[in-house]
C-alpha cells in the first residue's frame, strides 16, 4: 500500500506562484512513475505531468508548459510541482498520482484558486 498527501493549495491572484508538494508514504520503495493531475470544476480530471523514477519530468499539459515544473526527491518520498503565472484556468483541484505494483494510488488533493 502507498499513501499519498499533497499540501500547498491556496488562494493567489494571477500571476502568482504557488509550490505544491506530495509526501509518499507505505511501500515507497515500489513506487515507480508519478504524477500530478487536476480537475476544475465541471471538468474531468487532467494530467499536468508526469515525472519518472528516475526524476525525468514528462508530458506537460501544454497550457503548462513553460509555467509549471515538476520534480521528485526520492530520498524525501516527494515530488513537487513549481507553478508560475498562475492563471485563473489554473483553478482546480490538483492530485497526487502514483504507480505501484500494477496499481494506481491517489492523494485526497489539494485545492489551488487563482483570483483577485
Known amino acids: 500500500q502507498v499513501q499519498l498527501l499533497e499540501a500547498g493549495g491556496d488562494l493567489v491572484p494571477p500571476g502568482g506562484s504557488l509550490n505544491l508538494t506530495c509526501l509518499a508514504s507505505?511501500?515507497?520503495?515500489?513506487?515507480?512513475?508519478m504524477a500530478w493531475y487536476r480537475q476544475a470544476p465541471g471538468k474531468e480530471r487532467e494530467m499536468v505531468a508526469r515525472i519518472t523514477r528516475g526524476r525525468i519530468p514528462k508530458d506537460y499539459l501544454a497550457s503548462v508548459k513553460g509555467r509549471f515544473a515538476i520534480s521528485r526527491d526520492n530520498d524525501k518520498n516527494t515530488i513537487g510541482l513549481q507553478m508560475n503565472s498562475l492563471r485563473p484556468e489554473d483553478t482546480a483541484v490538483y492530485y497526487c498520482?502514483?504507480?505501484?505494483?500494477?496499481?494506481?494510488?491517489w492523494g485526497q488533493g489539494t485545492r489551488v484558486n487563482v483570483s483577485r
Open positions: 498520482y502514483a504507480s505501484s505494483e500494477g496499481l494506481d494510488y
Open positions: 507505505g511501500k515507497t520503495w515500489t513506487i515507480g512513475g
